[in-house]
């Protein structure tokens, strides 16, 4: 039987995430459970984690802090919304 070596070293080595992981807008979507369209217009909106908006104007790219993000969605299911 041979071992996957690399997929065994890739469990191992993977470092934690952290609170400070810059995330995508759909990824941070994907972890919140919404839309990517919709989480993205709530940033927009002012309804979001907090933010930072990278790249040109043409195509800018919205990214969260993990750490932002894990806070805002506490304090959201801590409302009840």
Known sequence: MQI??????N??????????DLLTAPQAAEIA???RVTF????KQ???PPFQR????GHPVYVVRRGDLLAWLAA???AGK
């Open 76 to 78: 959201r299911d801590k």
């Open 4 to 9: 996957d070596m690399a997929k065994k070293l």
């Open 33 to 35: 459970g919404v839309h």
């Open 54 to 57: 990278v790249g040109s104007s």
């Open 11 to 20: 469990k191992t080595n993977t470092p934690a995430p952290s609170p400070d």
């Open 40 to 43: 993205s217009r709530r940033l």
């Open 46 to 48: 002012g309804k979001g």
